[in-house]
């Protein structure tokens, strides 16, 4: 899928299936990834340590292979998601928004490209409507790119009827790891009410024509928890991380083989605190 099928699916609520690819510095293993079927692929440049230029080759192979490249940018900031959208992403996760503001100023950055300064606060306040010629512009120049908002806190929750009837808003990234913090129940999976949050989240979500997502850890979303999200219309799959499913196949396949499980090797949670592989 280009950027504009994608963009398409978020809105009519047609689910499509990607994974969050962290295996950046090695173009064998991402051109080898890109045999799985995936509509998308996630690239962090928020939580891993990924440079403009491995954004940049990745998102230009994922595309020419017909799989849309979208970028978590660090923080909402339009000047990041211009030089990720440069570097040849599609899409634009922007992490933990809270405001109107925040994401009027992301619909800018994302949908009226390159337009900066006086002309793009005119624009967006709607003090002024660009011309035909320069909107036939924008949608040419912009027509592969979407805006993913991340609603990621109790705040923005509680804000969420304002984020998402902000036009321009394509879809909703749900940050369940920094949600379940927000509700000061860190990492409680089976804690219900962050489960009757995120629910209620996909179904306005759905009800506005704006796509809705999470970031789908197998161990946090076992298939049934998943199956039930994507009846009630969750159509963004983003379906764990390659590390995190190498992990588990490998556990997987060390346990069917009869190999006992070391009792030497540490758990990948115990040196390092990530958001993308469990304990």
Request: a negative charge.
């Amino acid at each position: 899928m280009d950027g504009k099928e994608v963009r398409q699916c978020l809105h009519n609520g047609q689910p499509i299936y990607g994974t969050h690819v962290t295996q950046t510095s090695n173009p064998v293993a991402a051109s080898l990834q890109a045999m799985a079927d995936l509509d998308f692929v996630f690239l962090c440049t928020e939580h891993m340590p990924v440079d403009r230029t491995e954004t940049s080759a990745l998102s230009c192979l994922y595309a020419s292979k017909g799989i849309s490249p979208i970028v978590r940018v660090p923080h909402p900031s339009s000047v990041e998601v211009t030089m990720a959208l440069d570097a040849g992403a599609q899409g634009i996760v922007v992490p933990y928004v809270e405001t109107v503001d925040e994401v009027i100023e992301m619909v800018g950055a994302v949908h009226f490209r390159p337009a900066k300064g006086k002309q793009l606060r005119d624009f967006l306040s709607g003090k002024r409507k660009p011309t035909p010629k320069t909107t036939e512009f924008f949608d040419r120049f912009n027509r592969n790119n979407y805006l993913i908002i991340g609603i990621e806190s109790v705040a923005a929750y509680e804000n969420l009827g304002n984020l998402i009837s902000v036009d321009g808003v394509d879809g909703v990234f749900l940050g369940a790891h920094d949600l379940s913090v927000s509700l000061e129940a860190p990492e409680e999976w089976d804690n219900p009410e962050l489960h009757s949050m995120i629910e209620d989240i996909v179904v306005r979500c759905r009800a506005a024509n704006v796509g809705v997502g999470v970031h789908m850890h197998p161990d946090i979303f076992p298939d049934e928890r998943a199956r039930r999200l994507i009846d009630m219309g969750m159509n963004w799959v983003a379906d764990g991380a390659d590390v995190a499913w190498a992990v588990k196949s490998l556990n997987r396949r060390r346990l069917a083989l009869g190999l006992c499980p070391s009792a030497s090797s540490p758990g990948a949670t115990e040196n390092i605190s990530s958001c993308i592989v469990s304990e």
